[in-house]
């Protein structure tokens, strides 16, 4: 069965960095939209990166609340996503899920999270 299990997470300064990892497993097509997402208390669930898994760098989607800061990439043979998110802020502070499912990422696709059919156990990040 499909597993993507989120790691990385835990506590940093303002203005820090970290980088999160996803490990894919089981998934039965090596076609997929793989993506981040971040849950604050009290707060919807948002989509924040998406890039295509085969690489395709015109692919990449970012929020506007992340972009320039956060940055998505891949590692094909180890079926891994990562997520190196820079000048952190307490803004920052949330639940970050990997999610994935199989097609290409479209445009508009952090918005859509029903799209996604797998996700993580999530990995918290805390910007003090």
């Known amino acids: 069965h499909v597993q993507l299990v989120e790691s990385g997470g835990g506590s940093v300064e303002t203005g820090g960095s970290l980088k999160l990892s996803c490990a894919v497993s089981?998934?039965?097509?090596?076609?997929?939209?793989v993506a981040w997402f971040r849950q604050a208390p009290g707060k919807e669930r948002e989509g924040i990166a998406a890039?295509?898994?085969?690489?395709?760098?015109?692919?990449?989607k970012y929020a506007d609340s992340v972009k320039g800061r956060f940055t998505i990439s891949q590692d094909k043979a180890k079926d891994t996503l990562y997520l190196q998110m820079n000048n952190l802020s307490p803004e920052d502070t949330a639940m970050y899920y990997c999610?994935?499912?199989?097609?290409?990422?479209?445009?508009?696709?952090?918005?859509?999270?029903?799209?996604?059919?797998?996700w993580g156990q999530g990995t918290q990040v805390t910007v003090s």
């Open positions: 999610a994935a499912f199989g097609g290409d990422c479209y445009v508009g696709v952090l918005s859509y999270r029903a799209d996604f059919s797998y």
């Open positions: 089981g998934y039965p097509t090596s076609s997929k939209c």
């Open positions: 890039i295509d898994s085969d690489g395709n760098v015109a692919s990449t």
